[in-house]
């Protein structure tokens, strides 16, 4: 449908009534004037007549063509008006402005046969006589009661013809005027209607544009005004209701930002409506640009797309455990319900996951643990019980063997207790490390690298290897001086006891500006570099047959790096092998 504007809707009808009335009310007025005017002419024309009747009755009764004649033609001179006067035939006596004897009969003029039917005949016509448009008006000339002639008068119509085209011409003048006049005022007070509209206009576009604060102006105009209160509180709702919605969302937003858990959901056509950082992050995706994708497009594990297809297929919550492969692979817990829209229809499918790799890790080192310590533990017991036994069926007969079997009892119990022994240190290092409840307090480094150097002096001079120290004074930590003893004669007794004898270890202990280095420098096998990733791992050694050997329990590392830990420091080995090695702790400084 054509649109136009209010005004040219109603405004051309309007102005066409305008017109109408107007020339309605001219066509009335002219005709009610032409009548009047028309009446008063033939009213004096009657006047006139039947005075003229009175002069002439008498000659006309007796039939005196010659005297009616001239009567006629000096008072048709005196009143400007045209006189006839004819006989009861319709022949002409006497006309003011012919003479009677050329004139036809006038029997059959419509005005004179009224006239001499009684009644005063009126007629317009135009007059071959005197070839112009005449008013006529006869009377009837009777002596008792018989009808003996008439009078006619008679005037030029064309004077009143030019006065009322005069009345018509200022009929339209004035209709114009009027109708300019009224079109200008109209549109002024259509102005007065379309701007309040216009300016509803506007504000409806502001509220459609989202401008919801702005305010409609309220006009004096009680329709209009009833609207735009109804716009405005219209757009008062929306802005609560709408304000209302964003707030439920950035709440909703927030929630699942900070949420650990990876969440996704899905349309049924496997389509992402929304996923949090977590789940783009776990899955490798880019937030911004996955929404409305399928999710086989943006996440690539297949895995995964079995999991959703599941989920998506089924009424029912679904869970997995899923193996996203990579380097490494990576593990993930994924829980699969229905998204339901507002009438409670399934709509697609939520998917919560979880990073379940540091849970399996732990898992698997656990599990790696225990099979580990039972192995530790295994070898010992075994020797042991088979000395006591061999002891006990009598199989050392010699004294000496006896001797041999007990000290091979001894060996073993005393490489039970340091693996037991170091098994509970780490035990308990852990539990105050995950427990935050290692105690430490200001101490000097140095002397805890000095006391820890008095207590290896021994088994390194049986291992006949030197050991040299050069440490700075004043080096103060936050320490826990049992502790970091602990991990410094761990690091001396590797260093002794994978050096060769009469080699040397240089210990040093140094500052920079935010932290305190202790290295333990040794000269001897040196590890290769495959080994130094997994080194401080428990149980985790280069050469077992040796570490053994040696009294190692491989746990030793370990303990390090979880006192360093505790320490909030770091531990970091240097090795070449064949030339040896260099274990620096590095622990935060205080200044
Ligand atoms: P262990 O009780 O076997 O010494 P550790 O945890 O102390 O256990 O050390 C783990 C392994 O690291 C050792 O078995 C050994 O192979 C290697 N290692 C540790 N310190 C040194 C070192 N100073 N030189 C060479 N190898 C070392």
Redesign the pocket.
């Known amino acids: 449908m054509k649109r136009r504007k209010l005004v040219w809707n109603v405004f051309p009808y309007y102005l066409a009534i305008i017109i109408l009335a107007l020339v309605l009310a001219a066509l009335y007025a002219s005709s009610e004037i032409r009548r009047l005017y028309f009446d008063e002419i033939t009213d004096a024309l009657e006047i006139r007549a039947r005075l003229i009747l009175r002069r002439v009755a008498d000659p006309l009764a007796a039939g005196d063509g010659a005297t009616i004649d001239s009567l006629c033609k000096e008072l048709g001179q005196l009143s400007q008006t045209r006189i006839t006067v004819v006989d009861r035939e319709g022949r002409i006596l006497g006309d003011s402005d012919q003479d009677p004897a050329v004139m036809e009969n006038h029997a059959q003029r419509p005005e004179i046969m009224q006239a001499l039917a009684g009644t005063v005949g009126t007629e317009i016509r135009f007059s071959n006589t005197l070839q112009t448009t005449m008013i006529y008006v006869a009377v009837p000339a009777d002596t008792d009661g018989a009808i003996i002639g008439a009078v006619r008068t008679a005037n030029p119509f064309t004077a009143a013809e030019s006065a009322l085209a005069a009345l018509y011409r200022k009929l339209l003048l004035n209709g114009l005027i009027i109708t300019v006049v009224a079109t200008l005022l109209s549109l002024f007070l259509f102005r007065r209607i379309t701007r309040p509209l216009a300016q509803l206009q506007q504000g409806a576009t502001a509220f459609a544009d989202g401008r919801l604060a702005s305010r409609l102006a309220v006009t004096n105009i009680e329709e209009i005004a009833v609207l735009a209160e109804s716009l405005n509180l219209m757009a008062g709702n929306l802005a609560s209701r709408i304000h209302l919605i964003e707030q439920q969302r950035n709440e909703l937003e927030a929630i699942l930002a900070s949420m650990s858990e990876g969440v996704i959901a899905l349309d049924a056509n496997e389509n992402v409506v929304t996923l949090n950082q977590t789940a783009a992050t776990l899955l490798e995706i880019d937030p911004t640009g996955a929404q409305g994708h399928p999710i086989h497009e943006v996440a690539r594990f297949a895995t995964l797309h079995d999991f959703i297809g599941r989920a998506l297929a089924g009424d029912r919550p679904v869970e997995q455990e899923i193996v996203l492969t990579g380097e490494p692979n990576r593990y993930l817990h994924a829980h699969g319900s229905g998204l339901l829209d507002a009438e409670g229809r399934r709509v697609g499918v939520v998917v919560v996951i979880n990073d379940i790799t540091r849970l399996k890790r732990l898992e698997n080192v656990r599990r790696d643990f225990v099979a580990n310590v039972s192995h530790e533990l295994k070898t010992p017991i075994t020797a042991i019980a088979g000395a006591a036994e061999t002891l006990l069926d009598g199989g050392g007969e010699k004294p000496d063997d006896n001797r041999k079997f007990l000290e091979m009892i001894i060996r073993h119990t005393a490489r039970l207790n340091s693996l037991v022994e170091d098994l509970m240190s780490l035990a308990r290092l852990e539990n105050e490390t995950e427990g935050g409840k290692t105690r430490l307090s200001s101490g000097d480094v140095a002397a805890v690298v000095e006391s820890s150097v008095l207590t290896c002096r021994q088994i390194a001079q049986t291992r006949e290897v030197i050991i040299e120290v050069a440490a700075d004074k004043n080096l103060m930590a936050q320490i826990n001086p049992v502790q970091l003893e602990h991990a410094l004669i ?1 690091l001396i007794d ?2 002794t ?2 050096s060769a004898p009469g080699s040397t270890i240089y210990m040093a202990a140094t500052a920079s500006d935010n932290e305190i280095i202790v290295s333990v420098q ?1 000269h ?4 290769k570099s495959v080994h130094l990733p997994r ?1 401080f791992e428990r149980f ?4 077992a047959a040796r ?1 053994r050997h040696q009294g ?7 303990i390090v790096k979880h006192v360093v830990q505790a320490h909030n420091g770091r531990v970091e080995v240097k090795s070449t092998l064949g030339s040896g ?1 260099t274990f620096s702790i590095y622990l935060p400084r205080l200044v």
């Open positions: 761990n590797n260093a006891k994978y040794d001897g096998c040196g590890i080194l985790y050694r280069v050469d570490s190692g329990t491989g746990l030793g590392l370990a090695s």
